[in-house]
T-cell receptor, first 112, second 112 residues
Framework: DAGVIQSPRHEVTEMGQEVTLRCKLISGHNSLFWYRQTMMRGLELLIYFNNNVPIDDSGMPEDRFSAKMPNASFSTLKIQPSEPRDSAVYFC??????????FGAGSRLTVL | QQQVKQSPQSLIVQKGGISIINCAYENTAFDYFPWYQQFPGKGPALLIAIRPDVSEKKEGRFTISFNKSAKQFSLHIMDSQPGDSATYFCAASNSGANNLFFGTGTRLTVIP
């Protein structure tokens, strides 16, 4: 298995632009997590899904952020419009029940 | 509110020395305590984990010590090596839920 696959690995965009980050889960995993990592705040849970259903989105910063799971193996995190304070590394992780998370390599976002 | 508090923020250890990272939690419902290791440019990866029915778990040079009454747990890296240089995150969760609460991370540097 190729593990959790995230794209793009790096994104540089200008303030106000729409950003879409993508994640492919490990085959058979049924939980999907989006985390944001910054130096100041460490790893923050944004949202997680179980069996394609959003369970907890209390970590989503504001309405500019949205996440979807159109099918059991794929998820997107969208920021619209993006702001410089959104600059961070965004991680997707998946798990099969339990609490053992497998993380992707992350998407580094820079908003100018 | 930080569910898991981690210290120190950074740690420098000589090769062959012992690295110790500490974490504390408040939620007594937590019953799963993993440690994740993250190398630069990579996502965090599960290193070792413990449940509160034991006070210690050892895997090679890595040991978790768990103190249920004090609500504290720590990671000990024996005979630290330069290849151990990474950021370490403690985490905690309630096995009835799916999400992990991470500490803020400790950047470990092992100098030759």
């Amino acid at each position: 298995d190729a593990g959790v696959i995230q794209s793009p690995r790096h994104e540089v965009t200008e303030m106000g632009q729409e950003v879409t980050l993508r994640c492919k889960l490990i085959s058979g995993h049924n939980s999907l997590f989006w985390y944001r990592q910054t130096m100041m705040r460490g790893l923050e849970l944004l949202i997680y899904f179980n069996n394609n259903v959003p369970i907890d989105d209390s970590g989503m910063p504001e309405d500019r952020f949205s996440a979807k799971m159109p099918n059991a193996s794929f998820s997107t995190l969208k920021i619209q419009p993006s702001e410089p304070r959104d600059s961070a590394v965004y991680f997707c992780a998946s798990s099969l029940q339990g609490n053992v998370l497998t993380f992707g390599a992350g998407s580094r976002l820079t908003v100018l | 509110q930080q569910q898991v508090k981690q210290s120190p923020q950074s740690l420098i250890v000589q090769k062959g020395g012992i690295s110790i990272i500490n974490c504390a939690y408040e939620n007594t419902a937590f019953d799963y305590f993993p440690w994740y290791q993250q190398f630069p440019g990579k996502g965090p990866a599960l290193l070792i984990a413990i449940r509160p029915d034991v006070s210690e778990k050892k895997e090679g040079r890595f040991t978790i010590s768990f103190n249920k009454s004090a609500k504290q747990f720590s990671l000990h890296i024996m005979d630290s090596q330069p290849g151990d240089s990474a950021t370490y995150f403690c985490a905690a969760s309630n096995s009835g839920a799916n999400n992990l609460f991470f500490g803020t991370g400790t950047r470990l540097t092992v100098i030759p």
